[in-house]
Structure formats: structure tokens, C-alpha cells
Nanobody, 113 residues
Framework: QVQLVESGGGSVKSGGSLRLSCTASISIYSTPAMAWYRQAPGKERELVASITNGGNTNYADSVKGRFTISRHNAESTVYLQMDSLKPEDTAVYYC???????WGQGTQVTVSS
């Protein structure tokens, strides 16, 4: 029902920054919240950050203070600004519209020591 396209991943050194983008095929007002997840090799997919239509944000403890989630409603786009990256942030990052079953293809983030 919704198509999601993630972009902005890449390879950086520890302490570097990346900005991820997720564009949805629907108005993001159609969902109560948008979120970013990540999945590292051999691990389960985990919630990284979320943002509601009211602008409330939540972050995993592991990224709090380093990552910032935001949204641009007119462009149906959600962003994830990642600063002070650590090797343990290495994973494929996925966007999700809460309440919809679809996932995008993900974007790879690799952080070297």
C-alpha cells in the first residue's frame, strides 16, 4: 500500500556523519508516525528513531544525542541525521510507515574504526 525509498548511506570513519532520506509514496499524514530501523549482520532489526505527526520523537538509547529524526511533510520525506558515528552503527537502515506492512530496500551504513 505504501512504497518507501531509502537513500544516503555510505562508508565513513568513526566520528563522521551521514544524512539518510526516506521518501514515501503516500502523504506521511496517513500514518501516526514514521520510523527508522536498522539491522546489523547476525542481529535482529531494531528501532532506531521515530517521529509522530505531532512532532514527538523517540530514540534508542544507543543513538540518543547523536542521531536526529525529522520530517518534511510536503515532500513526504523523513530524514535521519547521524553524527558522531561509531563502528557499532554499521547496519542496513530501513524506513517504516507505522501502521503499514511495507519496508523499503534499505540503505547500507558502514563505519570504520
Amino acid at each position: 500500500q505504501v512504497q518507501l525509498v531509502e537513500s544516503g548511506g555510505g562508508s565513513v570513519k568513526s566520528g563522521g556523519s551521514l544524512r539518510l532520506s526516506c521518501t514515501a509514496s503516500i502523504s506521511i499524514y496517513s500514518t501516526p508516525a514514521m520510523a527508522w530501523y536498522r539491522q546489523a549482520p547476525g542481529k535482529e532489526r531494531e528501532l532506531v528513531a521515530s517521529i509522530t505527526n505531532g512532532g514527538n520523537t523517540n530514540y534508542a538509547d544507543s543513538v540518543k544525542g547523536r542521531f536526529t529524526i525529522s520530517r518534511h511533510n510536503a515532500e513526504s520525506t523523513v530524514y535521519l541525521q547521524m553524527d558522531s558515528l561509531k563502528p557499532e552503527d554499521t547496519a542496513v537502515y530501513y524506513c517504516r510507515a507505522i501502521g503499514f506492512p511495507s519496508w523499503g530496500q534499505g540503505t547500507q551504513v558502514t563505519v570504520s574504526s
